[in-house]
């Protein structure tokens, strides 16, 4: 009985896994790592999706529904993350339209103390 149970989890995990993986070389174009398999499991379960509930009918719906919600969670991330770092003072410098702070002028006449060195 206890078998079984540990089984069917075990498979349902597995299952889950498969969409992840795909999803995850879609992205890099690549192979993945074990630990980016795991890691976007981890992200996919942070916005409500669990495999353990793994259900034959349901189930492309469901992850294909915790994919969407989790780029929806991403780009608001980063639009906050973004928002922040224009607010913050930090980030690019702006750009400078006169010649203060700008590199000394070449060729002034006269050579320079170190040329002979």
Same mark, same amino acid.
């Given at each position: 009985?206890?078998?079984?149970?540990?089984?069917r989890?075990?498979?349902?995990? #597995?299952?889950?896994?498969?969409?992840?993986?795909?999803? $995850?070389?879609?992205?890099?174009?690549?192979?993945?790592?074990? $630990?980016?398999? =795991?890691?976007?499991l981890?992200? =996919?379960?942070?916005?409500? &999706?669990?495999p353990? #509930?793994?259900?034959?009918?349901? &189930?492309?719906?469901?992850?294909?529904? +915790?994919?969407?919600?989790?780029?929806a969670?991403?780009?608001?991330? $980063?639009?906050? +993350?973004?928002?922040?770092?224009?607010?913050?003072? /930090?980030?690019?410098?702006?750009?400078?339209?006169?010649?203060?702070?700008?590199? $000394?002028?070449?060729?002034?006449?006269?050579?320079?103390? /170190? =040329?002979?060195?």
């Amino acid at each position: 009985m206890v078998k079984n149970a540990i089984l069917r989890t075990a498979l349902v995990s #597995m299952i889950a896994i498969v969409p992840a993986i795909s999803f $995850a070389q879609s992205i890099h174009n690549g192979p993945v790592t074990r $630990a980016q398999v =795991l890691q976007e499991l981890a992200d =996919l379960e942070s916005v409500g &999706y669990n495999p353990a #509930m793994g259900n034959e009918v349901n &189930y492309p719906e469901n992850v294909q529904a +915790a994919m969407r919600r989790l780029e929806a969670k991403r780009a608001s991330e $980063a639009r906050v +993350a973004q928002q922040d770092l224009s607010q913050s003072g /930090y980030g690019a410098q702006p750009v400078q339209t006169g010649d203060a702070g700008g590199p $000394a002028a070449a060729g002034n006449g006269e050579p320079p103390a /170190y =040329l002979h060195h």
